[in-house]
């Protein structure tokens, strides 16, 4: 089973802002600052978003902000495009051999 | 240019060994910091991390199948190979190698290879 909990679905119109949250645990999202968050689109291997909560790989558009509050990491997407749409999935340290727990994914729909 | 791609079976029977191979360059897994990790995807289903090896040679395992997997590095090859034992139908999936390389978590994915688990 997933071990961080995400939506399954959200949704939003074009120029619209969409926000995706992912709750943990003390143990992973609330214990580190190593989250991060991944667009799948279908039949495509994930692509890295946000990593270390907040920070943009280079090329992804500053549309998409990370941020955590406690034990829960929001993944926010702002003008919404047709291209936003996705899968979205975050992803945290856990620590030890745990390493690394994914979330259960949230389908985003561009209306 | 950093690429990663996978390679082994389509289909495994049931009881079976799985065993793949994460072939990568443009980086060296022999670089402080470095990890090659492989996650999984079953059809319709959430991503799933497997298992990850550091440039030190420290392996991590996900605890739900750590006594399944194994993990090696060939470093002079450029390659990551993952095992699993006792492959079920239920092991199914898109399986993906990922690295660890200019970020903290997986920046670079392979494309997935499909694993098949039927009799």
């Known amino acids: 089973q997933s071990a961080l909990t995400q939506p399954r679905s959200v949704s939003g119109s074009p120029g619209q802002s969409v926000t995706i949250s992912c709750t943990g645990t003390?143990?992973?999202?609330?214990?580190?600052?190593?989250v991060s968050w991944y667009q799948q689109h279908p039949g495509k291997a994930p692509k890295l978003m946000i990593y270390?909560?907040?920070l943009r790989p280079s090329g992804v558009p500053d549309r998409f902000s990370g941020s955590k509050s406690g034990n829960t990491a929001s993944l926010t997407i702002s003008g919404l495009q047709a291209e936003d749409e996705a899968d979205y999935y975050c992803?945290?340290?856990?620590?030890?051999?745990?390493?690394?727990?994914f979330g259960g994914g949230t389908k985003l729909t561009v209306l | 240019q950093i690429t990663l791609k996978e390679s082994g079976p389509t289909l495994v029977k049931p009881t079976q060994t799985l065993t793949l191979t994460c072939s990568f360059s443009?980086?060296?897994?022999?670089?402080?910091?470095?990890?090659v990790g492989w996650i999984r995807q079953p059809p319709g289903k959430a991503l799933e991390w497997l298992a990850l090896?550091?440039?030190?040679?420290?392996?991590r395992y996900s605890p739900f199948l750590k006594s399944r997997l194994t993990i090696t590095k060939d470093t002079s090859k450029n390659q990551v190979v993952l095992t699993m034992t006792n492959m079920d139908p239920v092991d199914t999936a898109t399986y993906y190698c990922?690295?660890?390389?200019?970020?903290?978590?997986?920046?670079?994915w392979g494309q997935g290879t499909l694993v098949t688990v039927s009799s």
């Open positions: 443009g980086f060296a897994l022999s670089t402080s910091g470095v990890g």
């Open positions: 090896i550091y440039w030190n040679d420290d392996k």
């Open positions: 992803c945290s340290y856990a620590g030890g051999y745990t390493s690394w727990v």
């Open positions: 990922g690295g660890v390389i200019i970020t903290t978590t997986f920046d670079y």
């Open positions: 270390d909560v907040s």
């Open positions: 003390s143990s992973d999202v609330g214990a580190y600052n190593y």
